[in-house]
Nanobody, 111 residues
């Protein structure tokens, strides 16, 4: 399974770091994706980190979010900076090769 954590309430302009911890298998075999879903909207791709650590981002987070991984800890991260109210959503970790989703962690950006 994979479990996300690190969500919460933050003011606009603030930062949060989300974690995605894998258990029962080695994360280094898999590419890792982060998705998000805001209320009333569909789930959208945020970022991907490949096994090679190459990263790609959705245009709306480029320059603000950083995806990374520490395979020694079986964990992937999403560092979110300069947060905006429109970043409020439930953030999910996803392993496409296993079609495996986490339960999500909620991020709320509000003053």
């Amino acid at each position: 399974q994979i479990v996300e954590s690190g969500g919460g309430l933050v003011q606009p302009g603030g930062s949060l770091r989300l974690s995605c911890v894998a258990s029962g298998f080695p994360l280094d075999l898999f590419h890792v994706n982060w998705y998000r879903q805001a209320p009333g909207k569909g789930r959208e791709h945020v970022a991907t980190v490949l096994r090679t650590r190459e990263a790609t981002y959705a245009d709306f987070v480029k320059g603000r979010f950083i995806i990374s991984r520490d395979d020694s800890k079986n964990t992937a991260y999403l560092q979110m900076n300069s947060l905006k109210p429109e970043d409020s959503a439930v953030y999910y970790c996803y392993l496409p090769s296993r079609n495996l989703w986490g339960q999500g962690t909620r991020v709320t950006v509000s003053s």
